[in-house]
């Protein structure tokens, strides 16, 4: 049993001063309010401290990228060609590195839990390692390492697009039919700190007539499905030319759509997308600042969650990994889009960050700070330059629209103190690690 002392706490609606957590076997036991000083042997957590934040997308490879791809001009297809050519070096031996070292960061970031879109499953030209999920199983092994909880999104990716077979690059992504990808898949085992789900990487890396396979496979198990829909123009009329319609009525037909699926971007929807998504109780993850930084677009977040669809949020590429950053990002990029302000509180904006969030990634458990949740805290700095000044009670606008990943003092994951005091307790130099992986992808 750990005590945990929060100076300041967000308790879903407000900020309370003073908070006694009480955490067992991983788990919040008891959350006492009105505790002025801290208890005898409670560990001590000063500034405010929210429940754990949730990277619903990411891709762990990109982070290599980083810096790399901003030199000249381009698109998002441009870009591609870059990310290919750096999935190309990795080896489950290299990945696990560059995963160790990115999920590190993330809890230097405040995030407790990561939900991984992985696709890249087998060895160069598509041959299968010994191990057919050596790949999936590094990143598992690596958020273990790392500290925090993974959703491993087995993702189904089967052609390069509408009627085309896989090309060079894509050959390493491929099980070549959906029936071999559920067949993979179902050989990858649950976690404590890990949990297994699915994902279709698009409807044009999936034929249409193998959709059903894959929502499948998720509705037998519960498990979360996740799929980027809609985040290119050029997808949406490759499918209308294929298929007739938009990419989110062809999931619609197929039965992906639904409460345990989000699509990730929804950034280039027609009014009767949004209602489909909404009305199935289909999520939307935002990714802001990767979203911005290939020019994608601004999607309809705001007409997506009047229609019904959780918002999540998702560092996806890891141009950089700071979930206030994409809270805040998307209620601006809004401001921007309408010339409005205020289209979000700071507390929905947190609990697209926090709970929504875990619940897209199949922990429901997660994302509160009440008895019976699971004891994940993240806990960020009111004294910090860009911080200090608000009034403690305004600490949730001040997390949301004045700090950065860089003023996260402390991360709890299961009750175990994982960043304290700005500093990674199991990796000890997370830079020096994300330099030598990423230097590795290079030689």
Same mark, same amino acid.
């Given at each position: ?217 998720? @509705? ?113 990029? @809004? ?109």
């Amino acid at each position: 049993m750990t005590t945990y002392w929060l100076e300041h706490a967000w308790l879903d609606t407000h900020v309370e001063p003073g908070v006694a957590v009480v955490t067992r076997d991983g788990r919040i036991s008891d959350v006492r309010t009105g505790v002025d000083t801290p208890p005898p042997g409670a560990e001590i957590l000063r500034g405010l401290t929210l429940p754990g934040l949730a990277n619903a997308h990411s891709h762990a490879f990109h982070r290599a990228l980083r810096g790399t791809v901003q030199v000249g001009s381009g698109t998002f297809w441009t870009w591609r060609e870059v990310m290919y050519a750096t999935a190309d070096r990795l080896t489950p031996e290299s990945y696990h590195a560059l995963a160790r070292a990115v999920y590190a960061e993330m809890a230097l970031a405040g995030v407790t839990c990561v939900g991984e879109f992985h696709y890249l499953h087998h060895a160069p030209g598509g041959t299968p390692y010994a191990d057919p999920n050596a790949m999936g199983e590094a990143l598992v092994a690596a958020a273990a390492d790392a500290g925090i909880r993974i959703t491993l999104l087995d993702t189904a990716y089967l052609s390069a697009g509408f009627g085309q077979q896989p090309n060079t690059h894509q050959l390493r992504f491929s099980d070549g039919t959906a029936e071999a990808w559920a067949e993979r898949c179902s050989l990858l085992k649950e976690r404590d700190h890990a949990r297994i789900g699915a994902a279709i990487h698009s409807v044009r890396a999936v034929p249409a007539g193998q959709l059903a396979t894959v929502a499948e496979w998720a @509705e037998e198990r519960r498990a979360p499905l996740h799929v980027h829909l809609s985040e290119q123009t050029a997808e949406n009329d490759a499918c209308r030319e294929a298929h007739g319609c938009t990419p989110t009525r062809l999931l619609a037909d197929h039965g992906v759509l639904g409460r345990r699926t989000t699509g990730v971007h929804n950034t280039h929807l027609t009014d009767e997308d949004i209602a489909l998504i909404g009305g199935s109780g289909t999520g939307t993850c935002m990714c802001p600042t990767t979203e911005r930084d290939l020019a994608d677009g601004i999607g309809p977040a705001v007409a997506l969650q009047k229609a019904g669809s959780p918002l999540s949020l998702g560092s996806d590429s890891h141009a950089v990994i700071d979930l206030l950053e994409e809270a805040r990002a998307m209620e601006l990029n @809004e401001r921007l889009r309408t010339r409005t302000r205020g289209h979000w509180t700071a507390a929905a904006l947190l609990r697209a960050a926090s709970a929504d969030g875990h619940a897209a990634l199949g922990w429901d458990e997660a994302g509160t700070i009440e008895p019976g949740a699971l004891a994940d805290l993240t806990t960020v700095a009111l004294d910090s330059v860009r911080t200090a000044g608000p009034l403690p009670r305004l600490g949730a606008e001040t997390a949301v629209f004045a700090a950065t990943a860089a003023d996260v003092r402390h991360t709890v994951v299961g009750g175990r103190h994982i960043v304290r005091d700005g500093a990674h307790t199991l990796v000890p130099d997370v830079p020096q690690a994300l330099a030598r992986a990423v230097e590795a992808l290079r030689s």
